[in-house]
């Protein structure tokens, strides 16, 4: 893997395999199933030659009986043991300080790479490594996805992803910088660039885009006017790309008046894996770059098409630093069964629906935390954010209690408790709060994905 990162990156001939813009649609719109099959086969094959060269899987597959030659196509895939984070930070562990999941063998000082590490949304961050031609095809499926929603030269793109060691502002930067005719700003979150002054650099500049977290750019809007600045008026954002998970994409469009706005989905470790094309309706998974099943997340089986389950991405083109290779990423999705609304072969699915791991059970109902905004959306009283506190009372019964910010804090709590049993299942308590006022355990400001749920019951 000797050389310079612009010589082994090669960008010219990832764009002739990962097309963007109208090359992206001449190449694809119209592909058969099956000829799209044949590209999936022939990339897999080339990333598990890959993979039998990886320490962490070789152990990980020779546990399992699982020899070279095996595994000869997408169909013995479901042979293959699925890994999660934890697996990756136990070989972080064991052979520190880069683990043995990254495969290069001749050392890091003579092959170029890029290492950023995880937000430590669930837990401590990990490291993420990427070689150059898996760094540029990431890029290039994030700018494959702004320009298919609409981006358009000379679009000023606000950018509210964090920096620092976390991955997310660093490779969205590189995408749309490197792939696009827009101008980017960024300014990444509230801890890095106050909101303030986001807001007051989105007017002058002129933003037209916003891409980041949702919840950060709801707040982003609330700030806007306290400084006078009407969005839709003073800030005229023709679109956002976000991460819209459970909820409608309706409150954030309406706060930044009238915005269009598009969801995605991704990771870290994986890059872009799946986007709302311009009609909206489902996320297609670039299929070209990513395989993605839906297991269930006690048996690890595939579910039926439509049911939801962890979702497990193996990145077909992630061939040279660190592939991945059947991770179970423990968010939950599910594939649509209705007819694509376009002439693309790709599958997709539901987007974000909650975490398997940070589902809690309360008097026997699991409730996903991140999904709860769901039910409280599109209401002028309510800023958006809440907190779930999760205890254990004096007769031993998990008890979880809502703290909503409310525009008017003194109004009656039980509509609102009501609402929650309705769509919950379940009894909980609300508490209601100020504007602003959760901000501090959510930590909206300077996190990437804020926190949604204290669980007391390990305190």
Request: proline share 5%.
């Amino acid at each position: 893997m000797a050389g310079s990162y612009a010589a082994l990156a090669d960008v010219p001939a990832l764009l002739n395999d990962y097309p963007l813009g109208p090359a992206f649609l001449d190449r694809f719109a119209g592909m058969s199933a099956d000829a799209l099959h044949q590209l999936q086969e022939q990339r897999f094959r080339h990333l598990m030659a890959r993979g039998w060269q990886v320490p962490f899987y070789r152990r990980l597959w020779s546990v399992q009986g699982i020899e070279p030659g095996d595994i000869r196509g997408l169909d013995d895939l479901p042979r293959l043991p699925i890994h999660d984070k934890a697996d990756l930070m136990a070989s972080l562990a064991a052979y520190p300080p880069f683990g043995d999941y990254h495969g290069l063998a001749e050392g890091f000082g003579r092959s170029p790479m890029v290492l950023q590490t995880t937000s430590g949304t669930t837990g401590k961050p990990q490291l993420l490594m990427f070689g150059p031609r898996g760094r540029e095809i990431g890029n290039i499926l994030v700018a494959r996805m702004a320009l298919w929603q609409g981006l358009q030269d000379g679009d000023v793109v606000h950018s509210v992803y964090g920096h620092g060691l976390i991955n997310g502002g660093h490779y969205i930067r590189e995408a749309f910088t490197r792939f696009t005719n827009s101008l980017f700003i960024s300014a990444g979150t509230g801890s890095e660039t106050r909101s303030a002054a986001q807001v007051r650099l989105m007017h002058e500049l002129g933003a037209s885009v916003a891409v980041g977290f949702v919840d950060y750019l709801r707040k982003l809007a609330d700030v806007a006017r306290e400084e006078g600045l009407v969005p839709g008026e003073h800030i005229r954002l023709r679109m956002i790309i976000g991460h819209l998970g459970t909820e409608d994409r309706r409150s954030v469009e309406d706060a930044w008046g009238g915005a269009s706005a598009y969801d995605w989905y991704g990771l870290g470790d994986s890059g872009c894996i799946a986007a709302e094309g311009p009609e909206r309706d489902g996320l297609h998974v670039w299929e070209d770059a990513q395989y993605v099943e839906i297991v269930d997340p006690a048996t690890r089986a595939a579910v039926a098409d439509g049911a939801s389950g962890d979702l497990v991405v193996t990145c077909l083109y992630k061939d040279d630093v660190a592939p991945v290779i059947r991770f179970n990423t423990h968010d939950v999705s599910a594939f649509h069964t209705g007819a694509s609304p376009n002439a693309l072969p790709f599958r997709r699915i539901r987007g974000f629906l909650g975490r398997s791991d940070n589902m809690v059970k309360v008097r026997g109902i699991n409730i996903y935390p991140h999904a709860i905004g769901a039910l409280l959306e599109n209401r002028g009283d309510l800023t958006g954010e809440y907190l779930c506190h999760l205890a254990r009372d004096g007769s031993g019964q998990d008890r979880m209690t809502i703290t909503l910010e409310h525009r008017h804090p003194a109004a009656d709590a039980a509509p609102f408790a009501a609402l929650l049993r309705a769509g919950l299942g379940v009894d909980v308590g609300v508490r209601l709060v100020p504007p602003g006022a959760t901000a501090t355990l959510t930590r909206l400001d300077d996190r990437q994905k804020p926190i949604r749920l204290i669980d007391e019951r390990q305190a």
